[in-house]
């Protein structure tokens, strides 16, 4: 059982494990508490202290799954003795398009790229962008890749997800804009991959 009534001591960090931990903070835009709960929330989880619960996310409006499920069937032509062979036509190189990558900065933050479908923004130590603050909800916003672009949504935060003074809900990222979360600015852009 963790004392409760020492909130914080001061410890002595291995130097080296510090500058390794100094280059990971700076590559990741995390401050270095963030990224000691990050590790331990890391090591908890690991070792069964932490069993985190999955959540369902809705499939996005206008796919039907069912049509990605079966393959079209594959047209025949018979042999020359009447048997029916499977023609295969010739495969061609599927050339897939440059994919675009979204980055954002946080304040005057380092300008991060998003690579993941899902990105939680919040004070819980499991989101991806971590901002400590009491105004922060744990998980108060989210980021979305949906069919080829991507959404911010507010998660019912209790002090909101705001563009250009308006309260946003959910909102398509097209790149240049502008958020605020409390008094934490976000701003997002859109490059190609």
């Given at each position: 059982?963790?004392?409760?009534?020492?909130?914080?001591?001061?410890?002595?960090?291995?130097?080296?494990?510090?500058?390794?931990?100094?280059?990971?903070?700076?590559?990741?835009?995390?401050?270095?508490?963030?990224?000691?709960?990050?590790?331990?929330?890391?090591?908890?989880?690991?070792?069964?202290?932490?069993?985190?619960?999955?959540?369902?996310?809705?499939?996005?409006?206008?796919?039907?799954?069912?049509d990605?499920?079966?393959?079209?069937?594959?047209?025949?032509?018979?042999?020359?003795?009447?048997?029916?062979?499977?023609?295969?036509?010739?495969?061609?190189?599927?050339?897939?398009?440059?994919?675009?990558i979204?980055?954002?900065?946080?304040?005057?933050?380092?300008?991060?790229?998003?690579?993941?479908?899902?990105?939680?923004?919040?004070?819980?130590s499991k989101?991806?962008?971590?901002?400590q603050?009491?105004?922060?909800?744990?998980?108060?916003?989210?980021?979305?890749?949906?069919?080829?672009?991507?959404?911010?949504?507010?998660?019912?935060?209790?002090?909101?997800?705001?563009?250009n003074?308006?309260?946003?809900g959910?909102?398509k990222?097209?790149?240049?804009?502008?958020?605020?979360?409390?008094?934490?600015?976000?701003?997002?852009?859109?490059r190609?991959?």
């Open positions: 059982m963790v004392d409760t009534s020492v909130v914080r001591k001061a410890i002595e960090i291995n130097p080296e494990l510090l500058a390794l931990c100094q280059e990971i903070s700076g590559q990741t835009g995390l401050s270095l508490d963030n990224l000691v709960n990050l590790a331990i929330y890391q090591m908890a989880k690991s070792m069964g202290y932490i069993s985190p619960q999955a959540r369902a996310v809705t499939a996005p409006p206008g796919i039907d799954l069912l990605l499920a079966e393959p079209a069937p594959r047209p025949r032509r018979k042999s020359t003795q009447g048997a029916q062979i499977d023609h295969v036509p010739p495969q061609r190189p599927v050339m897939k398009p440059a994919q675009n979204l980055f954002f900065q946080l304040d005057d933050g380092p300008i991060n790229p998003i690579r993941k479908d899902v990105f939680l923004i919040g004070r819980g989101c991806d962008c971590v901002i603050h009491r105004s922060i909800s744990r998980e108060h916003a989210v980021i979305t890749k949906e069919r080829g672009g991507w959404f911010i949504e507010d998660l019912n935060s209790a002090n909101g997800t705001w563009q003074g308006e309260q946003i959910k909102h990222l097209t790149g240049g804009e502008e958020l605020q979360i409390s008094n934490y600015r976000l701003r997002f852009s859109i190609p991959g």
